[in-house]
Nanobody, 115 residues
Framework: VQLVESGGGLVQPGGSLRLSCAAS????????MRWYRQAPGKERELLAGISSGGGSTNYADSVKGRFTISRDDAKNTLYLQMNSLKPEDTAVYYCYAYIRWNHYWGQGTQVTVSS
C-alpha cells in the first residue's frame, strides 16, 4: 500500500489549494478514505472522509463549508479542495486508509497560509 500526497504549498489567506493523494497497492475504490492534518505542537486532526463510491462525505466543523473531499476511482486518487484558507489551516496534510486491520498514512504535504 502506498499513499502519496501532493499539491501543498504557500498560499495567502483567502486563497485556495487542491491536494491530491495517489493511492496504489490496494483496491482504492473499495475503501473509505480520509484526510487529516497536523499543525506544529498539536494533535493530528481528522478533517474529512469519503465513502467508497463517493456517495457519502463527512467533515470536521473546522473545515465544513470551506473544504471538499472527493475521489476519482478511475485514477486511484483522493482530493481535498481547500478554499477560503486561513492562517490556522497551516499544517502538514495527510491522507489515510484503514485496510485489512492496518493503518496507512502518506508522507504528508505541507500547507502554509501566510501573507
Amino acid at each position: 500500500v502506498q499513499l502519496v500526497e501532493s499539491g501543498g504549498g504557500l498560499v495567502q489567506p483567502g486563497g485556495s489549494l487542491r491536494l491530491s493523494c495517489a493511492a496504489s497497492g490496494f483496491t482504492f475504490s473499495s475503501y473509505y478514505m480520509r484526510w487529516y492534518r497536523q499543525a506544529p505542537g498539536k494533535e493530528r486532526e481528522l478533517l474529512a472522509g469519503i465513502s467508497s463510491g463517493g456517495g457519502s462525505t463527512n467533515y470536521a466543523d473546522s473545515v465544513k463549508g470551506r473544504f471538499t473531499i472527493s475521489r476519482d476511482d478511475a485514477k486511484n486518487t483522493l482530493y481535498l479542495q481547500m478554499n477560503s484558507l486561513k492562517p490556522e489551516d497551516t499544517a502538514v496534510y495527510y491522507c489515510y486508509a484503514y485496510i485489512r486491520w492496518n493503518h496507512y498514512w502518506g508522507q504528508g504535504t505541507q500547507v502554509t497560509v501566510s501573507s
